[in-house]
């Protein structure tokens, strides 16, 4: 771990409190606590608006029941930003998990698909892990994710688009989403860029990285023939773990990368029988309306860390006198609802909610520690009724559609509809929530955008943030 020397920390505390603690007027309040570094545990839900958490409430504790994040002290409102590519100065008005985990990493707007980099201008923008390490704080970040999927990536990358995440793909030409096609060029580390994503993660500084993407780490270093990244990673001090039970046992020293899937992690549940939304069915104009469902544990978890389990890890790692920023992400309550299934993004929501209360038992003994829980975009499913009033006159969603049997005996009606594509949902442009408990949260303005998010964070961090930008190939 990165630890700061003890007078390089007192600097840095005493600036948090003269001229840094906008947001958190309560530090000065703090007494005896100041002495103790302060920590952040940003909880990130992909793509979780206030439609996605509705169904994970109505479904996980009842229609009447609360979830965790129901229960902190703050509930505000976040403008998701994202600017055009083309000219920045014009918003655009629905974006994906670079420009939104971007925005919140490093206080800078930018493009759909950019992983901590300025739209048009291609800018490198530090972002919070960065910031907090050269302070001397220790840096994690766990999620459910492939540890190289975009909002990891945006706390530990920078590069022009997210999906150049190996060395070969930066290469590819995508026939089918032509604006996938993308050499990152410019990027590219024989031309003096920071490399792919994954050779971005494997040399970083960060003190624990845990998530999916084992078979992202097989690939070979650009320019260093016989060398994987993941060698790559082992020779930057990153102990590799891969299985559940290492988490009980991490190393005490080096870093840890931990790689617990090929992939993303498998999520918690699923339709019975993987049921999903599907298109309504019509005999002549007749609506037939689709068999209700329940959800059911997905056999493809076994063996899997949960979120909390992976949280407690990362925060047992770095609690040390240092103080520490970790993000934790629950990633598949986006991917599953681009795909259609409620039940995935449902066992995401309850991941999150055993992710902020592992954050809150944590905070109870060190309350020095400012919890924040938002998003990075909405996603595409809304809760409509399970049977159309307009069902009589015979019409119904052209979209897929689930009725799904709650354990409290209701029937929630679930439909996605940005699109009649075969491959997958739209991202929504909704605001989405920010939840936070800690110092000061209370001050909090209740309406903010994505960019205050790594001000907040920073503040309580006591980051000086002066010029973010900065261009990696000169
Ligand atoms: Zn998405």
Redesign the pocket.
Known sequence: MNRATPNKFKAVASFAVVSMCVACTSFTDLGSTMSLAPKVILIIG??MDDQQITIGRNYLVGHNGRLIVDDLPYRGSIQVQTLAEDDPSVPVYVG??ASGATAIATGVATSEGRIGTTANSDLDVANLMELADAAGFGTGIVTTSSVTDASPASFMAHIEYRYCDTPDAMERENTRMPQDSTSCGQDRVANGGLGSVVEQVATSKMDIVLGGGSDKFTVTVDGEPGTTVLEQAKSNGYTVIQHLADLDRLPAENRVLGLFSPGHLPVRSRGVNGAKAEYIDRVGDKVVWPEPFACEANPEFIGMPTLAAMTKAAIGRLNSDAGFMLMVEAASI??EA?YWRPCGSIGEMEQLNEAVQVALDYAKSHPETLIIVTSDHGQSAHIIPEVSNLALQEFASRGRFARLLTPEGGIMGINYATNDSPLWED?SGVQVPLYASGPGVEDLPRFLKQSDIFHIAATHLGLGVGQQHSDSRK
């Open positions: 992909d793509g994906d998990s986006d991917k681009h991202h």
